[in-house]
């Protein structure tokens, strides 16, 4: 081994798509449904094999996804892709069934403050309205993911120890959640953290089960992908244009930008299946529907390049 190379990195990782989904609930305007699809559609064709694509809840609760139904019905399904899709309770399962979806998301925190504000219950109540959830997703086949948010802060608590991640995410693996997303909701996490956090859910679970889900709120998320990857964590969530905003942060940066993330990756060698050029076209056309440029710093880089051809 090298003095100069980072030691045994994975040499795949895989990249799950959070913009339709949580970039555009952070999103003040509301897109319309027509591009949301093409949006969707421009994604699929990239490579990406997770795409979260809306959420199930109630439609007056977040109207920017208040047409999940839709959506679902007017994207092209293509093999080999997931179409991830929040759902936070039994209604919510109702529905996303009736609308053919196959794999779906279940939400909550590792932090108290942050549940009772975000979804009006305490962890434990979150965890008991879960359970029934996944128990009837798995009993039909269906993939499922679990989210801890706050898993490096809590805009409400502050600090959140990693004892806490560990005991929510371990609850939601003992329920039979496939896959667990850990999230820097606010940003705040440095690359410490990330090593501590990932070694302590890995003396629990599969590092295979695992993924992390950083904000590029304070810079620190493209720093805590190369701490992950060390710790051997091979998924990782991303916003295309870094899609979302920061709900705490109003004008800064949320999501860690697909663009950004595919763009240090590849140039590290290590392979995602995914094409950035394509990411780029996606958040392009969204950026227009939106009105507005997007914050990825790849993506810029790219948009100037091809203005100077
Ligand atoms: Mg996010």
Redesign the pocket.
């Given at each position: 081994m090298s003095a100069l190379s980072l030691s045994s990195l994975p040499s795949r990782v895989k990249v799950c798509e959070?913009g339709p989904r949580?970039?555009l609930q952070?999103e003040s305007g509301v897109v319309a449904t027509t591009a949301k699809i093409h949006y969707i559609d421009l994604l699929s064709a990239s490579g990406l094999a997770v795409i979260e694509t809306t959420s199930f809840v109630r439609p007056s609760s977040i109207p920017q996804l208040a047409d999940a139904e839709e959506v679902m019905a007017g994207i092209e399904r293509r093999p080999g892709v997931t179409y991830l899709c929040l759902v936070p309770n039994l209604r919510g399962l109702d529905r996303a069934r009736a609308a053919g979806v196959r794999a779906i998301a279940v939400f909550t925190a590792a932090s108290d403050a942050f549940t009772q504000r975000n979804i009006n219950m305490t962890i434990d109540e979150s965890l008991e309205t879960f359970r029934a959830v996944v128990k009837a997703a798995r009993a039909e086949g269906m993939w499922v993911r679990g989210y801890v948010?706050t898993a490096f802060g809590c805009p409400y608590q502050g600090a959140v120890p990693v004892e806490n991640v560990a005991r929510v995410a371990n609850a939601l693996a003992e329920m039979g959640v496939d896959e667990i997303s850990i999230?820097?909701?606010i940003g705040v996490a440095t690359p410490n953290q990330v090593v501590a956090v990932a070694g302590a859910l890995q003396t629990q679970m599969p590092v295979e089960r695992l993924a992390m889900?950083f904000?590029d709120t304070r810079g620190t998320a493209l720093a805590n992908v190369v701490a992950a990857l060390q710790m051997n964590v091979t998924i990782f969530?991303s916003?295309s244009g870094g899609l979302?905003g920061c709900p705490y942060a109003p004008g800064a940066s949320?999501?860690?930008a697909t663009e950004d993330l595919l763009y240090m990756l590849h140039g590290m060698g290590i392979e995602t299946g995914v094409d950035l050029a394509r990411v780029r076209d996606a958040s392009r056309f969204i950026a227009g529907a939106l009105g507005r440029d997007v914050v990825s710093r790849a993506y810029r880089a790219l948009e100037a390049a091809a203005a100077r051809v």
């Open positions: 959070m949580d970039g952070n948010s999230g820097d909701t889900h904000h969530d916003s979302g949320g999501n860690l």
